[in-house]
């Protein structure tokens, strides 16, 4: 599906109207396939994605794999010491060349008819393929892809990048280094769910200005100063934060410091900052009415395990409340009754400004909205 075109059946969203006429995004966005095929193409292939940390492809040799959206991708450290990303699919018959999630290796070796690409992604070895005419080796190497660091982070672009890494990340790279970097932050535990509901659902959770905190985070709550919670939309970042208040129980005990911050990155990116701790959380389309959210945790070097386990355990806590919802929201979305919602214009800006986004995305007037 050409970029920026939907069926005229799924243009039934305004991204023009201001906040307080503002209607969601039509409810069959989160259902049809049309639309995750749009979406693969106007919003995964456009955007820096998530794809690993620097620390798994930090030696020369070192690879990891990843799938966005649909899409194989293999990072590779050259031996010159560059980080590369190519698609995973071998010129020969598209089987991905590395299956496994993370490793080391010589040469990248196609492991279905034996194909070699050096760590550069040149094709060098080809078993048995004399006398191919019009077949040069150097026509034939992996297909690239953009690939950039920040911080502990990697991140790979399907297309060809409208702007570097750290445009797009604006102006969440400059609030971090006001904040004292990342510091010494290490990871140290990964979580993944899968959700029966489509991969905006969670989003929309995520985006509706602590809304949802008092009624279905009541740990959460105990320890985030509400009446201060205040979302800001800059950019493709939406920055939801709060000072936190001293509380007891587990949640008050690991989440501490001046201030939450909880940073969305358009489209499917989450950093969760409190001090010494920080987790992601990456939203991964499995199709149009499945998702599964990668929740990375990162804490300050020297933190005792203990703290490391209660911490986790109450992240994990949060997001089953929230897997509660999101999988009821899907039911009540695919429900004859509900076609679209109205915002909450004192909380849910950073909702309408995702739903603006995606839909210009998706309906052909590109991402112009703030940069
Ligand atoms: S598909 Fe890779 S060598 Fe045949
Ligand atoms: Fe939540």
């Not at 991905?96 to 050096?118: F, M, V």
């Not at 080809?126 to 026509?139: L, N, R, S």
């Not at 489209?267 to 010494?276: D, E, Q, R, T």
């Not at 997001?319 to 004192?346: H, I, M, P």
């Amino acid at each position: 599906m050409p970029n920026g075109i939907l069926p005229v059946m799924f243009t039934g969203f305004d991204p023009g109207l201001p906040l307080e006429r503002a209607r969601t995004i039509p409810n069959t966005w989160y259902a049809s396939a049309e639309v995750a095929a749009a979406e693969r193409e106007a919003v995964f292939a456009r955007t820096w994605q998530l794809v690993g940390r620097a620390e798994q492809v930090a030696a020369p040799g070192a690879f990891l794999t990843a799938d966005i959206a649909g899409e194989p991708v293999l990072v590779v450290r050259g031996e010159d010491g560059v980080l590369r990303a190519f698609f995973n699919v071998c010129r020969h018959r598209a089987a991905p060349i590395k299956t496994e999630s993370c490793g080391q290796a010589a040469k990248l070796r196609c492991h279905y008819h034996g194909w070699t690409y050096d760590l550069a992604g040149k094709l060098r070895g080809t078993p048995e393929f004399d006398g191919v005419e019009e077949f040069p080796k150097e026509g034939n190497g992996l297909v690239p892809m953009a690939v950039a660091e920040w911080g502990p982070f990697g991140f790979v672009h399907l297309t060809q990048p409208a702007e570097p890494l750290a445009d797009f990340l604006r102006p969440l790279p400059g609030w971090v280094e006001s904040r004292g970097g990342f510091g010494n932050l290490t990871w140290k535990a990964r979580r993944t769910y899968d959700l029966a509901c489509n991969w905006k659902v969670y989003v929309d959770n995520y985006l509706d200005g602590g809304y949802h905190v008092n009624t279905v985070h009541p740990a959460l709550a105990g320890v985030l100063d509400y009446r201060e919670y205040k979302t800001v939309c800059d950019g493709k970042t939406v920055v939801q934060s709060a000072p936190l208040k001293p509380a007891e129980g587990d949640a008050g005990r690991t989440r501490t410091g001046d201030l939450a911050a909880y940073w969305w990155v358009y489209p499917n990116l989450m950093l969760n900052l409190y001090s010494g701790v920080m987790d992601t959380n990456l939203v991964l389309p499995l199709g149009p009415d499945r998702c599964r959210v990668v929740f990375d945790f990162y804490f300050a070097a020297g933190t005792p395990d203990d703290f490391v386990r209660e911490s986790v355990a109450v992240a994990d806590q949060v997001q089953a409340e929230d897997v509660g919802v999101c999988e009821e929201v899907q039911r009540g979305l695919n429900s004859r009754s509900y076609t679209t919602g109205r915002f909450s214009v004192k909380r849910e800006n950073g909702g309408y400004y995702f739903h603006q986004r995606l839909g210009r995305a998706l309906l052909g007037s590109g991402g112009s909205l703030g940069g």
